[in-house]
């Protein structure tokens, strides 16, 4: 194998390493997939370290070796393109896929979401059918509808002007408490507890808690202690905007 074909395959497997770990998938399978797709590609072995925003991978063949760092930057959940580069790793271990082939199917990968006309009020209704199981009157989970699919819109909102993730929950739990408050200013409900309650578990975030105590358990420490401490200033800033507006409301803790 030449060096040049050796740089180009190191640079494709460390750019699906990159989209990995952009996307949310856990540190084993980044290492799982890397080494997979490197070993199909012609390298004799591959090495990867990982840390909470970057990554070294080198490669080995014939005794030379590559080393090249990239910068790691979350882009959200997307299990669309995690699945895909699994796909391209499979293909690529059955012999289907080539080396340019990976190259142009790395290269065409976008990140695909839903719609807002659909994705707003889905939330809304997943949020009011946690509403409706805790319990909540019919009154409730409409309050709980409408406060979570507002919140919703307001979160993406400001995620498309491209804010600090932490500003983003704090002013959407601050918005939607504001609004499934409402139960308790204007008697319409039985449940008034628990539209508050329901209509905040959208900014659970579950996906990074679940990660970080998957990474850590697996033993990928420095890792699973980051997106676990991500995770937590996330559910700090939601308790900061949820808070502001009870005090607001009048209500207390």
């Known amino acids: 194998m030449y060096a040049d074909t050796q740089n180009e395959i190191t640079r494709q497997v460390v ?38 925003n970057s990554l070294v991978l080198t490669s080995l063949v014939h005794g030379r070796c590559i080393t090249t760092t990239r910068r790691t930057r979350e882009h959200g959940i997307n299990m669309t393109i995690i699945c895909e580069l699994q796909r391209i790793c499979l293909l690529t271990e059955k012999g ?27 939330i809304g209704l997943s949020c009011a059918s946690f509403c409706h199981l805790f319990g909540g009157d019919l009154a409730a989970s409409i309050l709980t509808f409408c406060a979570s699919s507002v919140g919703m819109f307001v979160r993406l909102y400001i995620a ?47 996906f990074p808690m679940i990660n970080s105590i998957s990474d850590m358990v697996k033993g990928h420490l420095n890792v699973g202690i980051s997106r676990w401490g991500h995770a937590t200033l996330l559910t700090v800033s939601s308790v900061i905007g949820i808070t502001m507006a009870m005090q607001l409301g009048g209500l207390f803790i």
């Open 15 to 52: 750019r699906v390493a990159q989209l990995l770990l952009a996307y949310g998938a856990d540190s084993e399978l980044v290492e799982e997939i890397s080494q997979r797709l490197g070993y199909a590609l012609g390298l004799a072995s591959v090495e990867i370290s990982i840390s909470s």
């Open 160 to 206: 498309k002007h491209h804010f600090n993730l932490l500003i983003n929950f704090a002013v959407t739990a601050f918005v939607i408490t504001l609004i499934s408050q409402l139960g308790y200013q204007i008697p319409f409900t039985e449940t008034p507890k628990l539209p508050m309650a329901a209509s905040v578990l959208m900014l659970v975030p579950g």
């Open 96 to 122: 289907v896929y080539g080396l340019n082939e990976v190259r142009k199917r790395v290269s065409r990968i976008q990140p695909r979401t839903y719609p807002k006309r659909y994705l707003v009020p889905m």
